[in-house]
């Protein structure tokens, strides 16, 4: 059995506090990590909308954010991939904050 890094560890930990349950399963999904060096601003994100079964395994509810300190809603050159930067949230066990 391959052992779970300390990353892998730390991701776990903070979506058992965000769902208040384990995750499922992990995927490892191959994506860039790293924002492009050149961004296109599209604007505020005032607002975050998105479903998640956090409290109820199984039972998504939809959560709707209004962000006090908005983000930059930003993509890649080629417009496909977003990205938010800047802001003051975080994501805690009662949810996304700021």
Do not use: C, W
Not at 9 to 34: C, D, E, I, T
């Amino acid at each position: 059995m391959v052992m779970p890094t300390q990353h892998m560890q730390q991701g776990m930990r903070l979506y058992r506090a965000f769902h208040q349950f384990g995750p499922a399963h992990v995927v490892k999904v191959h994506h860039s990590r790293v924002i492009p060096p050149v961004v296109v601003e599209l604007g505020e994100l005032v607002g975050l909308m998105y479903r998640s079964d956090k409290g109820q395994p199984g039972q998504p509810l939809t959560y709707i954010h209004r962000m006090e300190d908005p983000p930059r809603l930003v993509s890649n050159i080629e417009g496909t991939q977003l990205y938010i930067v800047g802001g003051s949230y975080r994501v805690t066990p009662r949810g996304i904050e700021g």
